[in-house]
């Protein structure tokens, strides 16, 4: 699975991954109070919820439901009690709010069934209607047992309790306020709305000489347990976070002691929400409390569409009375309503204490707020934030803090090492598998004790974006960096192996030693007498005179699909057959090729002797027939040959070539191949090494093969031109008349300034040409200004045309070399041409329509045309297979009354 980096670029790598870590890891703490950031963490950890209490739901059974000890704790089950007006309240004639003189009933008779706290989770934030209510209220306030709510309030001096109608604790002392008051908050999360964190005390800054407040729940635990509030959180002290909350009507900030709530699940079904549509009670007090810094204090809302309703609420592990249910208990019944313990030593029963919360849970009320596990009733959260306190399960949350940084750093690293140090195809499995595990830890981390010691929370989003961000990048620069490598391999691969289809060897089959059967043609060439010349030459010489020579043969052998197999200091061996331009005759296009070598040094031969350098003939052997093409050598070295008889013979045949005074000899083999193609004679039979029978060798008749390769259309001068190609489209039918005009027009302006026509193409939707500027004799210099006169022409006759289409008419100008073969019988110098620029110049026309000019130019041209040519870059092509990106020009249509004006053209 290692792939096959070097050690410097794994180093290069690693370094980036680290480096987009760290980068990640800044821009996850400068933004983690962004909403989008938040919201995806969330998001993640809602899927953990949904998953698990998926699985709960799979695995719960009756004996769950009956037996509080299989999740919860007996201690907290046993001593915890809900007495709530719920919605059978409201059936049984019950109305909200509640007089405030039932009070003193309920209290009076759950302090006989067992209560030792009472605390009441609902705010009497102002008097009622009856006075004597409120009288009787503020009796029951003054029983020790009961813990009233109310509201925090900043002022400047101290911490203000708000929401709490002060007559009701006129007759409190101050012990009374600090032993039985408690506020209440629950922090929701500002993305979704959810609460998530109780605030669960509260401290002034230094400078304020005020004692801290607690909560509603610490306060009544702490009273239940006869203990301090401080106590009580410093059972779960390792579970709390702290942060800065801001309280109306002060400036400065306050500090919270937090805890992230470990829910049950909801205790409001579809079935409730149904019965309460249509008897939503009445607020006691509707609830306001100024929002902090951790996010925003809840509103009762309407709840909405129910989560995880299969999965037992922490209201089925207590006792839960409705309110008209303890009132209508006789007393007698009352003592050991919630229970009774057994003493082992006497046998005696004793009724249990227990902690009763008094709240509302009717949903559609306005004490329902939303949380991870649907909606919810307030009297439920502070149950639940009980259990969180009594058993130390909050849930330990990471994903705000600064050590988050560790996971994301962690995690992108580990991705890092997977990008480096595996390959592609198994990288990205990997990649995937690692995010997976991570997300599957997060899981077990929070859910594994959830129910006995709470949950971690971890963050998951911010470390797979480091992950996914690290793990890209170092993956598209090995990319980059493969695909550079691969293409300078592949450009080296091509000047070295003797195969036209490389893609095809290197990507497919490889260099597997191995080898098949084709019948082609091989010929051998041989410099005559360079032993002696090397003697009288300095090596620098030599290798200048045979780069020169292997030069212009290596140019014949391309023309007619020769293939280079290997170089022997002057000696070449050429294989024709296997390239496209030397099928299917591959015999006739060897002998051709070594024609053309022979006239083709004849040539240099004149110009070395001009130079007074020396000068040498060579030797040419050709041989057709079967051989072996494929792959020889071992692991250590690897080479691709054509072995076989015809390779043999052609050597022999080049070896005879000086005794028998022929430079270019073939066997019959390649005679009868060749067929009409070559123009040859039978010299003799003669005797070669490793051959039992003589064989029949045929010469070329150069002068015969010399005007044949001239007239052949294989026979291609190599030439500096410029090439115009224009398409005239027909845009709306009923044009007909116009377009042939325009046919004619770009005809005769072609034809005026002695242009070469390379291509024409006519159907009923489109006609297009391409003019070649540089042949039929005329002067290469001139060729850009010819064609860009004629570009001009053709413009203004179309532009004159009624109904002219701008759009419909389309010109591209480029130059470079190509090889031209003249077609001298005809008039017009019409000609053909083959080489890149002339295929660049199609796949510039046809990408580059798209454009917003109706005629580009390329950068090859431009310097030619002077200064005052109309253009301006617009785009930039890369030619395929080579390392060039030309620039793209448009020639504005107003060049064309500029050059008009200048006296650049004159138009007929």
Not at 242 to 255: C, E, K, M, R, V
Not at 567 to 572: E, R
Request: with cysteine; charged share 20%; aromatic share 8%.
């Amino acid at each position: 699975m290692l792939n096959g980096y070097s050690s410097r670029q794994q180093r290069k790598s690693l370094c980036l991954g680290a480096v987009i870590g760290i980068a990640v890891t800044a821009f996850c703490l400068l933004n983690s109070t962004h909403d989008w950031l938040r919201f995806a963490e969330n998001l993640v950890q809602r899927t953990w919820m949904d998953r698990y209490y998926a699985t709960y739901r799979q695995q719960a059974s009756e004996q769950y439901i009956s037996s509080s000890a299989a999740l919860l704790d007996r201690s907290f089950t046993e001593k915890v009690v809900l007495v709530v007006f719920d919605d059978s309240s409201l059936r049984s004639g019950l109305r909200w709010p509640i007089s405030r003189s039932l009070y003193a009933e309920l209290v009076r008779k759950l302090k006989i069934a067992g209560a030792k706290t009472i605390a009441f989770d609902i705010i009497f934030s102002g008097p009622s209607q009856d006075s004597r209510s409120d009288k009787t209220l503020q009796q029951v306030f003054a029983d020790p047992a009961v813990i009233v709510p109310y509201g925090l309030l900043g002022r400047e001096t101290s911490i203000g309790r708000g929401l709490l109608y002060p007559p009701l604790v006129s007759t409190w002392s101050e012990q009374d306020r600090q032993r039985r008051l408690g506020f209440t908050m629950e922090v929701a999360d500002p993305i979704d709305k959810r609460v998530r964190l109780a605030v669960l005390k509260v401290t002034p800054p230094s400078h304020i000489s005020d004692a801290p407040h607690y909560s509603l729940t610490v306060t009544a635990l702490a009273h239940f347990l006869d203990i301090s509030p401080q106590q009580v959180l410093e059972r779960c002290s390792k579970k709390l976070e702290t942060a800065d909350i801001t309280l109306a009507g002060s400036p400065y900030a306050f500090t919270a002691a937090v805890g992230r709530i470990a829910y049950c699940g909801s205790d409001l079904t579809s079935g409730t929400l149904e019965a309460a549509a249509e008897t939503k009670p009445a607020p006691e007090s509707e609830l306001d409390i100024t929002s902090g810094t951790i996010g925003h204090s809840v509103r009762q809302q309407p709840p909405s569409k129910l989560a995880h309703s299969n999965v037992p609420p922490i209201s089925d592990y207590l006792q839960v009375w409705p309110v008209q249910e303890i009132l209508s208990v006789p007393d007698a019944d009352l003592p050991g309503l919630f229970g009774v313990s057994i003493n082992p030593a006497n046998g005696r029963e004793t009724p249990n204490q227990v902690l009763a919360l008094v709240g509302v849970n009717v949903p559609g009320g306005y004490d329902i707020k939303m949380s991870d596990v649907g909606s919810i009733s307030g009297v439920s959260i502070h149950a639940n934030i009980l259990w969180n306190l009594m058993q130390g399960t909050f849930l330990k949350d990471y994903s705000t803090q600064l050590s988050s940084g560790i996971f994301i750093i962690t995690l992108a690293f580990l991705a890092a090492l997977l990008a480096t140090y595996c390959e592609i195809k198994w990288a990205g499995s990997l990649f995937l598998l690692l995010c997976g595990g991570y997300w599957y830890l997060g899981y077990q981390l929070m859910y594994a004790q959830y129910f006995s010691q709470g949950g971690i929370i971890i963050p998951v989003f911010a470390p797979w974006l480091g992950a996914a961000a690290s793990f890209s990048a170092i993956t598209l620069r090995n990319i980059l960096v493969e695909r550079t490598a691969k293409q300078t391999m592949h450009n080296a691969l091509a000047d070295v192996l003797p195969v036209p289809d490389i893609e095809d060897w290197v990507n497919n089959r490889g260099l597997e030693i191995g080898a098949k059967e084709r019948d082609l043609t091989i010929l051998f060439s041989d410099i005559r007498g360079y032993t002696d010349l090397s003697e009288t030459l300095k090596p620098t010489d030599i290798t200048e005179m045979l780069n020169t020579y292997h030069e212009a043969m290596g140019s014949i052998f391309e023309r007619y699909g020769g293939i280079i197999f290997d170089y022997q200091g002057d000696a070449q061996m050429v294989v024709f057959g296997l390239a496209p331009a030397s099928q299917p005759n591959h015999a006739a296009a060897a002998v051709k090729a070594a024609a053309a070598m022979v006239l083709r040094l004849e040539q240099l031969r004149h110009e070395w002797k001009a130079q007074k350098r020396p000068v040498f003939e060579c030797g040419i052997g050709v041989c057709t027939g079967a051989v072996a093409l494929g792959v020889i050598g071992s692991k250590y070295r690897k080479q691709i040959c054509a072995i076989g008889d015809p390779t043999n013979t052609s050597a022999r045949m080049q070896g005879k070539s000086k005794e028998l005074n022929s430079p270019v000899l073939m066997t019959e083999s390649t005679y009868k191949a060749a067929g009409n193609g070559i123009d040859a004679f039978f010299i003799q039979s003669v005797s070669v090494k490793g051959k039992r029978a003589p064989l029949k060798v045929y010469g070329v008749d150069l002068a015969k093969m010399s005007e044949r390769l001239r007239q052949d259309d294989l026979h291609l001068d190599e030439r500096s031109v410029s090439m115009l190609l224009i398409s005239l489209v027909q845009v709306n039918p009923g044009q007909e008349e116009r377009q042939v005009t325009a046919l004619q027009n770009i005809c005769n302006s072609c034809t005026a300034h002695n242009s070469g026509w390379a291509v024409f193409l006519g159907d009923t939707y489109s006609c297009t040409f391409a003019s070649v500027f540089g042949c039929s004799g005329q002067e290469s210099e001139n060729s850009a200004i010819k064609a860009y006169h004629t570009a001009l022409e053709i413009l203004e006759k179309y532009y004159r045309l009624p109904a002219s289409e701008p759009d419909s008419l389309f010109i591209t100008l480029h130059g470079g070399w190509v090889s031209v073969r003249e077609n001298r019988e005809k008039d017009a110098g019409l000609c053909s041409i083959q080489g890149e620029a002339w295929q660049t110049l199609q796949d510039l026309h046809q990408k580059c329509q798209r454009l917003p000019s109706d005629f580009i130019a390329t950068e090859t041209v431009l310097p030619a045309l002077g200064e005052d040519v109309c253009a301006q870059v617009i785009s930039t092509y890369k030619v395929p297979r080579k390392k060039q990106t030309l620039a793209i020009y448009a020639v504005k249509p107003k060049a064309v009354q500029h050059a008009k004006k200048a006296g650049q053209i004159s138009f007929s």
